[in-house]
């Protein structure tokens, strides 16, 4: 599965913008140099039990289990954040500065901090929706001195948004599934590979006995953030990046039901 980057809220009682926060990978897994004094916290979970031979993985692949939820798999490639900074255009504040993270290919990671303090932004700018005024945005299989294009890391970034509602297009889940999929005739391989792939992005978010002509907007909150979410994982990217993922959701839905 890709690196999967996850943002939260939580209380802190520092008011500063984040600063740096640097991770490196280490035996056993990611750990975190700084971040937490700033305002923001890194943190992991392996996916992976292979590369944590001491089974620190395992009880997620447990919950995995006892939840029914079906594994998707994603291409390889790890995020590389280096000395990234973020000034808005005519704001005059600097959102964030030098914030300095590696992630593996495989891995669970969580980003926490308070309201206001850069998350969201963060994510955007690894999902190529905005750029940085400064610093370096690149995966591991590639130049890791070369920023990468926004167009670029568009396509290998999947992200779904804190109110992914707002950003529909599709009147039912059907369109929004398959927007923007290649329509030419020559076209249909890659077709039938998203039709596949879309049935075990539905089976992996537990919508996969809803009907496909169901109107969104009879979705409940939660399974619009279903729905978005399965939206990314047909797109296959090398990174899915969830904001606030357990907004909406009810108690089984957050325990993974």
């Not at 926060?21 to 305002?39: F, N, V």
């Not at 964030?96 to 980003?111: F, K, W």
Request: aromatic content about 6%; hydrophobic content about 35%; overall charge positive.
């Amino acid at each position: 599965m890709a690196t999967c980057s996850l943002a939260r809220s939580m209380p802190a009682s520092s008011s500063s913008p984040c600063k740096s926060m640097e991770t490196d990978c280490g035996e056993g897994g990611l750990r975190a140099q700084q971040g937490r004094r700033h305002g923001m916290s890194w943190r992991s979970k392996p996916y992976l039990t292979a590369q944590h031979p001491r089974g620190a993985g395992r009880g997620f692949g447990r919950w995995r289990r006892r939840a029914g939820v079906t594994p998707v798999t994603c291409k390889s490639g790890g995020l590389i954040v280096r000395d990234v900074g973020y000034t808005p255009v005519g704001a005059g504040v600097t959102v964030l500065d030098r914030v300095t993270l590696i992630l593996p290919p495989t891995g669970l990671n969580l980003i926490v901090g308070r309201s206001g303090f850069g998350k969201s932004t963060l994510l955007s700018l690894v999902a190529g929706l905005a750029e940085p005024t400064a610093g370096v945005i690149t995966f591991s299989d590639l130049d890791a001195d070369t920023h990468l294009s926004s167009a670029r890391r568009l396509d290998r970034v999947g992200l779904v948004f804190q109110f992914p509602e707002r950003h529909f297009l599709g009147n039912t889940m059907l369109q929004e599934l398959t927007f923007g999929w290649p329509q030419s005739p020559e076209s249909f391989p890659k077709r039938r590979q998203l039709a596949l792939r879309m049935q075990d992005a539905l089976e992996a978010v537990g919508m996969s006995g809803m009907p496909l002509d169901t109107p969104v907007r009879a979705l409940s909150g939660g399974y619009k953030r279903r729905l978005a979410l399965a939206i990314q994982l047909v797109r296959d990217p090398y990174v899915l990046c969830l904001d606030e993922p357990l907004a909406g959701l009810d108690w089984r839905g957050r325990a993974g039901g």
